[in-house]
Nanobody, 126 residues
Framework: QVQLVESGGGLVQAGGSLRLSCAASGRTFTIYRMGWFRQAPGKEREFVAAISWSGGNMHYAYSVAGRFTISRTNAKNTVYLEMNGLKAEDTAVYYC???????????????????WGQGTQVTVSS
């Protein structure tokens, strides 16, 4: 069992910055990679960023590349999403997810992940 607790969401002005946190607990040794997804009202959940549990490989959606940074703190088993240059279209509920790993699926696909956080709201005002 893996538990994910997200925090850091809120209201921010366009062009501003925000850092999201996702604390993992439980059987974290089984985690292969962590991902961030987001979902706006009436929209499907979409990939944002992913990182291997070792922290060696990072991937980003084209829409956030160059603005967002994903990272991990080993001591606290926490994954962060640093968001800079926020735009109104970044407004969504952001979810972190844990992929326990199998044959090594695509990091950008929702079905590859086994556990999900509760989500944290990010609202960007323009």
């Amino acid at each position: 069992q893996v538990q994910l607790v997200e925090s850091g969401g809120g209201l921010v002005q366009a062009g501003g910055s925000l850092r999201l946190s996702c604390a993992a607990s439980g059987r974290t040794f089984t985690i292969y990679r962590m991902g961030w997804f987001r979902q706006a009202p009436g929209k499907e959940r979409e990939f944002v960023a992913a990182i291997s549990w070792s922290g060696g490989n990072m991937h980003y959606a084209y829409s956030v590349a160059g603005r967002f940074t994903i990272s991990r703190t080993n001591a606290k088993n926490t994954v962060y999403l640093e968001m800079n240059g926020l735009k109104a279209e970044d407004t969504a509920v952001y979810y972190c997810a844990a992929d326990l790993g199998d044959s090594g699926g695509n990091y950008y696909l929702e079905y590859e992940y086994d556990y999900w956080g509760q989500g944290t709201q990010v609202t960007v005002s323009s």
